[in-house]
């Protein structure tokens, strides 16, 4: 009955005596009261409570009747039926789901509707968008938001032939989308070249060079991988190792567009960057290139960097930390530029990064269930230049972007959206975490064998060890456009990163506060979830959640293909069509 009274505004009405309900409005609510044990009590006492709106004479009979329902199993009424305040709550189909939501049950919202319109109107909306965002000279960020595969690199590779004066440069999350819009912009005609990558022709190298190359990235020590690349060809000959510096060389002097990663872009300082006309971010940066670019040391190892650094200020800024820890959780410290001597070639770590740094996050051993020593967390520091940045992408968030960038520094355009044309069958009975699926073993392949689908038609969690796509690593992938796939997986981060990114953007929270059952409403849905009850935190959340299944369920390529992808997570998406009491283990 608490709950009740917390949401709903007719009952509330009945209990405080502030006006005389109608008969059918009574018997509404009555077919909800009954399916509570006191509900019946609780409605005749009301009545009774308030004679000079409902007859004294009548409550035998209210009794009578009610006893009759009981008996009789009568269903709670759906509140669109009776309420005159349905269409202005949220609500689920009636006053007990609404009140009480049941885990693994998804409650439509009464009323919500998405707008759709054509793929023509979506297609030439996003270009609109794009173009707009080219054009404007009143913020640095201009941010394109527009569904997967709505037509957004085909929209700036159409800006890019149509402004054949401007150079462009255009940076994708991966090489392997990086490679196909360099593709794409080719066979268009456009004056185009691609940054060359290491990562690409590590295979085709000497495995110590690599090794080494690989071990000055991880310790940040990234402005001596080329000078040690250049001693390297002086001593041996190493063919793809050369052609990858004289391409190099060529890119320097190349007056054409650039295609390049978002690794590539952040590291350009802003004299390279001023000889741009546009730059063009593909996909959300924020989620794909800050967030995810996590460093951490133990706080063993960080005792130790302490007592072995020659650096002052790096043993200053490490002795600050340690003592902060013993105190807090969230910890915040002035950067400054590590001066690289050569001398702290103690371990492989980015001291760089940490140096630069200035949000920390300690994660506690007892606290998690698979970290072995007491840890400390920080993203990797990126610098934005003074220059005016384009972000197309599906996933991205207009909240995340106000806070992480300013918003006053930010245009948001949301573009039109358009009907699937194939099918997005969800199944959220359970939630199909990582300990959910460890807690059901052999549950992804039981799926596989009901849907009748191969390996390479699955996307869930690298740990599983299904299929070449997982969590993590779908983006830029066209291999399963049109095909009918199968998507397992309620892609969780450990509650660390959610609050280390909600803390270096500036959002406060509890730091003690753990994930709990929560009620939601999102998406037109009504459902029990676990997630943080601080609604920043939980934005944060629900951000990078969204982005992973979104991204998954994006490779079948929805919009323009008649297939169907089953999404088996208790995180409903939108499009997505739920199915109802579904046994995976019954034919």
């Known amino acids: 009955m608490t709950d009740i009274r917390k949401k709903c505004k007719l009952f509330k009405e009945f209990e405080t005596g502030n006006r005389k309900l109608s008969h059918d409005e009574l018997c509404g609510l009555v077919t909800n009261l009954i ?54 709550c949220r609500h689920g189909k009636n006053i007990i789901s609404t009140a009480h939501i049941r885990r693994g049950v998804m409650e439509k919202i009464s ?41 957004k690199s085909t929209s700036y590779l159409k800006l890019m032939s149509e402004h054949p004066e401007d150079r462009f440069l255009i940076a994708a999350p991966t090489n392997l989308l990086k490679d196909e819009i360099y593709e794409k912009a080719r066979k268009m005609g456009i004056k185009v070249m691609k940054t060359p990558s290491l990562e690409k022709i590590k295979d085709e190298m000497p495995d110590d060079v690599w090794h080494h190359i690989n071990n000055l990235y991880t310790g940040g020590r990234h402005r001596s991988v080329h000078p040690y690349i250049y001693e390297m060809l002086k001593k041996k000959k190493i063919p793809r190792l050369n052609e990858y510096m004289e391409e190099r060389e060529k890119l320097r002097s190349f007056k054409g567009s650039v ?63 340690l003592k902060a820890a013993e105190t807090y959780t969230c910890i915040e410290l002035d950067g400054f530029e590590w001066e690289d001597d ?34 400390i967390a920080f993203l990797k520091p990126v610098i934005f230049r003074d220059v005016k940045y384009i972000m197309v992408s599906a996933t991205v968030s207009e909240d995340i972007c106000y ?57 869930t969690f690298m740990k599983e060890n299904i299929g070449s796509l997982h969590f993590g690593n779908t983006e830029g992938s066209n291999t399963l456009e049109g095909e009918d796939i199968l998507v397992v997986g309620t892609p969780y981060h450990t509650e660390f990163l959610y609050k280390l990114a909600a803390f270096s953007m500036g959002i406060d929270f509890n730091e003690d506060e753990k994930m709990t059952s929560q009620d939601i409403i999102y998406n037109g849905y009504a459902f029990k979830f676990t997630t943080f009850q601080n609604e920043d935190l939980r934005a944060v959340h629900f951000w990078m959640l969204e982005s992973e299944l979104e991204q998954a369920v994006g490779r079948a390529r929805l919009l323009w293909n008649e297939c169907t992808v ?6 409903p998406l939108s499009q997505s069509e739920m199915v109802e009491d579904f046994e995976i283990d019954k034919d």
């Open 35 to 88: 399916q509570i044990e006191t509900g019946t009590k609780v409605f005749i006492e009301i009545r009774e409570k308030n004679p000079d709106f409902y007859d004294a004479q009548k409550n035998t009979k209210w009794k009578y009747d009610l006893s009759f329902m009981k008996q009789n199993n009568y269903k709670p009424q759906r509140c669109d039926n009776y309420c005159p305040y349905h269409d202005r």
């Open 111 to 151: 009323g919500y509707q998405e707008i759709f319109y054509s793929m023509e109107e979506m297609q030439d909306d996003t270009y609109e968008a794009i173009n707009r965002a080219y054009h404007a000279d009143d913020k640095q960020y201009q941010i394109v938001k527009s569904m997967t595969a709505a037509g």
């Open 566 to 571: 089953h999404l088996f997570s208790n995180f």
């Open 259 to 321: 295609i390049t990663t978002h690794k590539y872009l952040l590291n350009m300082d802003k004299e390279r960057l001023d000889e741009f006309d546009s730059i063009i971010i593909d996909e959300d940066i924020i989620f794909k290139s800050v967030v995810s670019n996590q460093g951490e040391i133990t706080v063993k190892k960080l005792k130790k960097l302490m007592r072995k650094t020659t650096d002052r200020q790096l043993s200053a800024k490490i002795k600050k930390l």
């Open 342 to 375: 050569g001398n702290d070639k103690l371990m492989k770590f980015d001291i760089s990064a940490f140096c630069m740094a200035n949000h920390f996050y300690l994660r506690k051993q007892s606290d998690e269930e698979n970290l072995e020593e007491d840890t």
């Open 403 to 459: 806070r992480y960038f300013g918003k006053e520094n930010v245009n948001f355009y949301v573009c039109k959206r358009a009907a699937y044309k194939g099918s997005l069958y969800q199944y959220p009975q359970k939630s199909m975490s990582r300990s959910c699926l460890k807690n059901n073993p052999g549950i992804v392949r039981r799926l596989m064998e009901k849907f009748h689908l191969d390996e390479g038609k699955v996307i």
